[in-house]
């Protein structure tokens, strides 16, 4: 019986600095269905494992931190917060 979760942890379609990513955890994944019983526990292991691998894909490809919002003073001249 295949273990439907599995499909996510594809990774030969991504770009290569994605495979980078992906690869581990859809290779752990494979690990965990060959070797594991199918339980709940192995389900929650491939959707943690699962979430865990988003999170990596997309702190790849998250944007650098916004800068910081523009305030309007008293006078009316925008300008940039300066953090302080």
């Given at each position: 019986?295949?273990e439907?979760i599995?499909?996510?942890f594809a990774f030969a379609h991504l770009?290569?600095?994605?495979?980078?990513v992906?690869?581990?955890?859809?290779?752990l994944?494979?690990?965990?269905?060959?070797?594991?019983?199918?339980?709940p526990e192995?389900?929650?292991?491939?959707?943690?494992l699962l979430?865990?691998k988003d999170?990596?894909?997309?702190?790849?490809?998250?944007k650098?931190?916004?800068p910081?919002?523009?305030s309007?003073?008293?006078?009316?001249v925008p300008?940039r917060d300066?953090?302080r």
């Amino acid at each position: 019986m295949n273990e439907h979760i599995i499909q996510f942890f594809a990774f030969a379609h991504l770009p290569p600095h994605l495979q980078e990513v992906s690869r581990p955890f859809g290779e752990l994944a494979q690990k965990i269905v060959d070797t594991l019983p199918r339980n709940p526990e192995r389900t929650v292991a491939l959707r943690k494992l699962l979430e865990a691998k988003d999170a990596a894909v997309r702190a790849l490809l998250a944007k650098e931190d916004r800068p910081p919002p523009t305030s309007i003073p008293s006078d009316g001249v925008p300008r940039r917060d300066s953090g302080r």
